[in-house]
């Protein structure tokens, strides 16, 4: 059996505590071995720097890091451990544009090292089998409606708000992670983001794409609503109606009762990046980045009240 690849977080935020450090734990092929945060946060009794740059240049042997800190930032870090030599893991989305990630694919490729764009939402337990079923149907159209509160998500986090922090795209690149991977390639037509009058970044977006037969994908989108959240995507084929509810945990196929499992995106993500690192191979799938910068391109915007936590 292979040494494990040992690892360091970089950015102990929420999601770094709530799901890359069970992850990697239980998965046998990685041994955490240090962590970094500007705050100076630790796990344990392991190494922890206040900069990536720090862990660097110690004693510390690693073969791998994930950056879970904002894409704003996420440039410099990768470019710097990849001229290490370091196997690099990109929380999603994994860079603030695209022109950057297309950089960083490069540098990787000729360091000889792995770079992995996750996409969490593409390991949620309904999506592998409803890419496998729609294989063999034609599609008719598909909606997309995203909806959560904001101020339950991501309280506090202004670089949210900012240029490159997508705004409400930061929860709606995942529903575009699910979409690009289970239905013909589409682009869109029209649409419109409704950005707050003190703010950066859209609160909403109502978008219109297509595919290259004509088949309509509309997206809702809104970081406004209160009481039960909405992560829901339906499919109409021409054999019946597939939905995928809850960000892609539950699954109902035509005529059949909802499939449930398991979380296991983010275990998902880890098994991944180790089969790519081991085998020597990249995988820097932009496709939904792609189509958020095209809403930032294309869709009209619309000046809404502002957004105050």
């Given at each position: 059996?292979?040494a494990?690849?040992?690892i360091a977080?970089?950015?102990m935020?929420?999601?770094?505590?709530?799901?890359?450090?069970?992850?990697?734990?239980g998965d046998?092929?990685?041994?955490?071995?240090?962590?970094?945060?500007?705050?100076?946060?630790?796990?344990?009794?392991?190494?922890?720097?206040?900069?990536?740059?720090e862990?660097?240049?110690?004693?510390?042997?690693?073969?791998a890091?994930?950056?879970?800190?904002?894409?704003?930032?996420?440039y410099?870090?990768?470019?710097a451990?990849?001229a290490?030599?370091?196997?690099?893991?990109l929380?999603?989305?994994p860079?603030a544009?695209?022109?950057?990630?297309?950089?960083?694919e490069?540098?990787?490729?000729?360091?000889?090292?792995?770079?992995?764009a996750?996409?969490?939402s593409r390991?949620?337990?309904?999506?592998?089998?409803?890419?496998?079923?729609?294989?063999?149907?034609r599609?008719?159209g598909?909606?997309?409606?995203?909806?959560?509160d904001?101020?339950v998500?991501?309280?506090?986090?202004?670089?949210?708000?900012?240029?490159?922090?997508?705004?409400v795209?930061?929860?709606?690149?995942?529903?575009?992670?699910?979409?690009?991977?289970?239905?013909?390639?589409f682009?869109?037509?029209?649409?419109?983001?409704?950005?707050?009058?003190?703010?950066?970044?859209?609160?909403?977006?109502?978008?219109?794409?297509?595919?290259?037969?004509?088949?309509?994908?509309?997206?809702?989108l809104?970081?406004?609503?209160?009481?039960?959240?909405s992560?829901?995507?339906?499919?109409?084929?021409?054999?019946g109606?597939?939905?995928l509810?809850?960000?892609?945990?539950v699954?109902?196929?035509?005529g059949?009762?909802?499939?449930?499992?398991?979380?296991?995106?983010?275990?998902?993500?880890?098994?991944?990046?180790a089969?790519?690192?081991?085998?020597?191979?990249?995988?820097?799938?932009?496709?939904?980045l792609?189509?958020?910068?095209?809403a930032?391109?294309?869709?009209?915007?619309?000046?809404?009240?502002?957004?105050?936590?």
């Amino acid at each position: 059996m292979a040494a494990p690849i040992r690892i360091a977080i970089v950015g102990m935020g929420k999601i770094a505590h709530d799901q890359h450090l069970p992850s990697i734990a239980g998965d046998d092929r990685f041994e955490l071995v240090a962590t970094v945060s500007s705050r100076g946060e630790g796990v344990g009794a392991l190494p922890h720097y206040r900069t990536l740059d720090e862990l660097l240049a110690s004693d510390i042997a690693v073969d791998a890091v994930s950056l879970c800190t904002p894409p704003q930032v996420r440039y410099d870090l990768a470019s710097a451990a990849i001229a290490a030599g370091k196997h690099v893991f990109l929380e999603k989305p994994p860079g603030a544009t695209l022109a950057e990630v297309a950089m960083l694919e490069a540098q990787a490729a000729e360091a000889g090292v792995t770079l992995f764009a996750s996409w969490h939402s593409r390991y949620a337990a309904g999506v592998a089998p409803a890419k496998a079923w729609l294989a063999d149907r034609r599609t008719l159209g598909a909606a997309i409606v995203w909806r959560e509160d904001v101020r339950v998500w991501h309280p506090g986090q202004d670089w949210i708000w900012a240029p490159g922090g997508l705004g409400v795209f930061d929860p709606g690149i995942n529903a575009l992670s699910i979409a690009t991977a289970i239905l013909p390639a589409f682009f869109l037509v029209d649409g419109t983001l409704s950005l707050p009058a003190n703010r950066e970044a859209p609160i909403a977006a109502d978008l219109k794409f297509r595919d290259a037969a004509g088949a309509p994908v509309t997206m809702d989108l809104d970081w406004r609503q209160t009481g039960p959240q909405s992560w829901d995507i339906s499919v109409e084929t021409d054999a019946g109606t597939l939905r995928l509810e809850k960000g892609g945990a539950v699954l109902t196929l035509p005529g059949g009762e909802p499939q449930v499992a398991a979380d296991r995106e983010y275990p998902g993500l880890y098994a991944r990046f180790a089969d790519l690192v081991h085998a020597g191979a990249r995988d820097v799938d932009t496709a939904p980045l792609r189509l958020v910068a095209d809403a930032f391109l294309r869709a009209h915007r619309k000046s809404v009240e502002p957004f105050v936590e």
